[in-house]
Structures are given as C-alpha cells and as structure tokens.
C-alpha cells in the first residue's frame, strides 16, 4: 500500500464540504485516537479515486486489520477506474466512447447506467452522463478561434441514444460519448463504503469525491448523533453554510463557477443538456443530501440544471433526499 502524504491544496469544483472528525467543526481528530472508554481507534487512509483527492476516516478495534481493509481498498478503486475512468484508454468507458459499443460489460457499469436512467427521468433529463461532446466543444472554443461544432456536438448528445443490455452497451447516434464524472465518484464512494460494512465496520466517513458517512466518531448513541459536517456549497460564499450530523447517509456538493471554459469565467462547466448551453438557473451551488453517495451525485450534478423548483421535484423521488442550496440573490434555504 503506498497512499499520498495528503489531499492536493486545491479545492476540486466539487469538493466543498469540510469533515470534522471531532465534536469542533473544523477539527479533525488524528488518526490514532481512543473513543473514551471504546478500544476502537480513528484509522485515516489517504490516497486518490477517479483522479481526485480521497480520504477515509474508520473506527476499527484491530489497527494490523484496519490497514489491511485500506490495501483491498485500494485494489477495489484501480479496478473501478479500470471501468469508469475517462482517461485511461483501456477502461470500458473510454472503449465504448471509442468504439460506440461495448461488448460483455461488468455488471458495475450495467448497473451505475441503471442509476443514471433513474436520475435522468427524475430531472427531466437535466442528469445526463452523454453531456461529452459539448464538454469537448466548449474546451475546444475555449482554446481555439471560431464557434463551430455546436450542432454536430447537441445531436450526439441524449441520455435516450444509449441503449444497455448485459450483452452489450451502444450508442444509437454517431460520435455519441459519455462521461460519469457527475456520479462515479458517488457510486464508487458507494462500493467502497458497502465493503467495509460487509467487513464489520460500522464508524466511517468515506470521500472519494463525495461522502458517505456512517455510525459516528463517538460513543454518542444520541438522536441525531452522526460525523459532524459543515456544508458549503460554494466557498466563494462562506456565510453560506450549516453544520449538520451525518449519519448512514452521504452529501454531495456543486458550484456554478467551481470550473469555467474560458478565463474570463463566463462560460462555467455546468451545462444543461437539453439546450447544449451553460445554465443560467436560480441556483448558484447546492450541496445534496441523500441516502448513498451515488444519488447524492447525481442530484447535485443536476441541482444548478434543475433550478429550485426542478429541484424540488426531483428530490421528492428519491427517500430522505433534501439539499442545501445557494440562491441567485445570495439567499440561501434547505430543500425537502
């Protein structure tokens, strides 16, 4: 096992929730800790997932067990990012983009396309992982002179041009491609959380993106008892926040200006799907609550889509949903 000596400095678009393992916010425990009278120790594992910073916090009696928990970790993230990873030429994504189908695929990516579909309908298509073509074309036109490749780019766009069997995965439309940058991190975030539980954990943050927590950093058996978190949906905005419990559920966050095409931030990565264009909703940042990381990331890709009313909706489908969101006016409020 060999994880990095921390998170990178840089705040991803993201990434703007901040865990405080302890009962001060903004204070983590060290890895090490006793729980008062409890045995179990905070174990800290920090590393990469899906190209982005990650760090897990365990609660574990046995520390030879916790780090051996942290290497099959660490095997179970590179074969997920064999499947989903965009970047990396052998993955059955980056296949499938190249080939426009994929034969025989893993029963992971027959199952996050599943989750897609589901979030896809919930948002009336605001989630759409086939979004690729206009991010290549807007990061194109951000470097290059000229607009052209629009159109080419909105007709190989549509969630509904997929077609997903458990032979085979194609694309319906010529130069079709597809990206889960707005629910991987959540999904894997999911398996990974799913594997410690299934090995006797049961106090744990994990973030891998976006986070899922579960038990608590305590013996505190309290209502409302959970990991303390304070969210941010935009750090551009600090008076913007609350600190809730986080317990057996997992939160995700998204800005409109987190990453922009062009340097004069005109043109933000949040695009709507259905037009091709840079939304300009209600919303400037929501951070989403849900009851695993997977939904939690697929909403929040959606939420700035969506605007507060589409929000709304589309929270009412999934169970025990809600979202803290950053209006257009300054003003903020909780979703439900």
């Known amino acids: 096992m060999n994880p990095s000596t921390g998170i990178p400095g840089k705040v991803g678009r993201r990434r703007f929730l901040r865990i405080c393992a302890a009962g001060a916010a903004g204070l983590a425990l060290p890895a090490g800790a ?5 045995k179990a120790q905070l174990h800290r594992w920090r590393g990469t997932a899906l190209g982005a910073g990650a760090e897990i916090n365990l609660s574990h009696e046995d520390a ?8 099959r970790i660490e095997a179970e993230i590179r074969r997920l990012e064999a499947i989903f990873s965009l970047y990396r030429p ?33 948002t009336e298509g ?20 000229g607009d052209t490749g629009f159109e080419a780019a909105r007709r190989s766009t549509g969630f509904r041009h997929v077609s997903v069997d458990p032979g ?15 629910i991987a991190q959540g999904y894997v975030t999911d398996r990974i959380t799913s594997f410690l539980a299934a090995n006797g954990c049961r106090d744990m943050v994990v973030d891998l993106g976006e986070i899922a927590a579960h038990g608590t950093p305590g013996e505190d058996l309290s209502p409302g008892a959970g990991w303390p978190v304070t969210l941010r949906p935009d750090p551009g905005h600090p008076d913007a926040e609350v600190q809730i419990r986080l317990n057996d559920a997992a939160v995700a966050s998204s ?9 004069a931030g005109r043109r933000w990565h949040i695009l709507d799907p259905r037009t091709g264009l840079p939304v300009n909703a209600d919303l400037i940042a929501a951070s989403v609550i849900a009851e695993t990381a997977a939904c939690a990331d697929g909403l929040s890709t959606a939420a700035l889509v969506c605007g507060e009313d589409g929000l709304t909706a589309a929270l009412a489908r999934f169970a025990n949903a809600r979202a803290f969101v950053l209006r257009e006016d300054n003003s903020y409020k909780w979703l439900v």
């Open 64 to 71: 030879g067990e916790a780090q051996r928990l942290f290497g």
């Open 90 to 122: 052998e993955s059955e994504l980056a296949r499938l983009n190249s080939q426009g189908r994929l034969e025989a695929p893993s029963l992971e990516l027959v199952e996050l396309l599943g989750l897609c579909a589901r979030v896809h309908a919930a």
């Open 34 to 38: 006793a729980f008062g009278d409890n």
């Open 126 to 145: 605001a989630f759409d992982p086939t979004v690729q073509p206009l991010w290549v074309h807007y990061a194109r036109q951000a470097t290059e002179d």
């Open 168 to 182: 085979e995965i194609r694309y319906l439309r010529p130069g079709m491609a597809m990206t889960f940058n707005g």
């Open 255 to 263: 800005a409109r200006l987190g990453t922009t095409f062009d340097q």
